[in-house]
């Protein structure tokens, strides 16, 4: 992890950091942190679970490998040397890092640097790298190194709302999103911190993931992971503010996936049979059947009716009765008045 170095006596640290190499004095241990920084991203990587306290990290049981590329004396600055950079992620690389989480980025395509992320990819190494954090107006966006170069997972950060931290770069070389601001986290001499933003801090959660990965898929190699850590990523608004979406460790880590592009189904197509004799003769039997169902239907409708009134008629044929005459006047009487005595019925 190539930060300002990591705290290695941290009580959810402890013997979990190597001595490391701090590629700005050119030699020697990187297992201090001054700044802090280091501390912090090796937090969300692998801090390990402790009684009383409510944070650990993404994958604890992961070993780290510090690689300071920030001077100590820039206390509240992360600028990154470029050379300085190229020297760390050789080392780191040529020691047997796995994975490659650089939280730091540097804003000038650098021939040294280009070169020694090519060897890192070469080797086997999963390159994960924060696309840095002059995203706003302010800063106009710069192009982030070495998240901008192929085969390097870029990482932006995004807010508590899932929209991306105003500090995030943002460009076509955001490859996926993590959580990154007002986080928890360590701070160095022991303790939490609480609020840390940065894509620095969202860089080390998909570098765990790529860590957790390949625990359980050694077989598969850098392009791979990267593969599985884009298309696993929870859907979002895909675009250059959060690349293909945010990391989604267990979708990552579990998920089955084919290596074969889709292919779309052939359309259906109704097979096509010829009308031979016996379908015919088939065919006129359910025609007679059903029209010889139908007769026998209406019969039984016509008894139904007729039987009842031959009952009651005792079998003798008759017309019916003529409805009831009722004579009515042709010219309406006098009208009768209200006092009128009315005449009797």
């Known amino acids: 992890m190539l930060s300002s170095g990591v705290d290695a006596n941290h009580p959810q640290l402890a013997g979990r950091v190597f001595p490391g190499f701090d ?7 990187a297992d201090s942190d001054c700044l802090g920084l280091g501390t912090r991203v090796a937090g969300v990587i692998a801090a390990r679970r402790v009684d009383d306290v409510g944070f650990a ?5 992961v070993t780290i490998l ?7 004396q820039h206390f509240g600055s992360t600028e990154v040397d470029p050379t300085v950079l190229a020297r760390g992620i050789a080392w780191a690389a040529a020691s047997g890092a796995q994975v490659i989480d650089v939280a ?4 000038v395509d650098n021939t040294a640097v280009r070169a020694a992320v090519a060897d890192a990819l070469a080797r086997g190494v999963t390159v994960v790298a924060a696309v840095g954090d002059r995203g706003d107006a302010n800063d106009r966006n710069p192009t982030p190194y070495p998240a901008a170069y192929p085969g390097v997972v870029g990482v932006g950060a995004i807010d508590q709302q899932g929209n991306r931290w105003s500090g995030s770069a943002h460009g076509d070389y955001v490859d996926l999103v993590a959580p990154g601001a007002e986080m928890v986290t360590l701070q160095r ?3 939490m911190a609480v609020n840390v933003s940065g894509t620095g801090i969202a860089s ?3 570098a765990a993931t790529a860590a957790l990965v390949r625990a359980r898929r050694p ?7 990267a593969r599985r850590l884009a298309v696993t990523t929870i859907p979002t608004a895909i675009g250059p503010d959060l690349g293909q979406g945010i990391v989604n460790p267990y979708a990552a880590v579990n998920d089955t996936l084919v290596d074969a592009s889709p292919v779309p189904l052939p359309a259906l197509t109704r097979p096509h049979r010829e009308r031979t004799p016996t379908w015919a003769r088939a065919r006129e039997t359910a025609v007679v059947g059903t ?8 019969a039984v409708l016509a008894l139904a009716v007729a039987l009842p009134r031959g009952r009651r008629r005792s079998w003798r044929s008759g017309l019916a009765a003529p409805p009831p005459h009722h004579p009515q006047q042709r010219e309406p009487g006098p009208p009768v008045m209200l006092f009128d005595e009315q005449p009797r019925r």
């Open 189 to 191: 001499a022991g303790g």
């Open 104 to 107: 730091v980025a540097v804003y």
């Open 219 to 225: 077989d598969l190699k850098s392009g791979q992971i």
């Open 57 to 61: 990290g993404l994958a604890p049981n």
């Open 291 to 298: 029209a010889g169902a139908a007769i026998m239907v209406t």
């Open 204 to 206: 080390g959660q998909v």
């Open 23 to 29: 590629a700005v004095a050119g030699g020697g241990a």
């Open 66 to 72: 510090p690689v300071r590329v920030i001077a100590d």
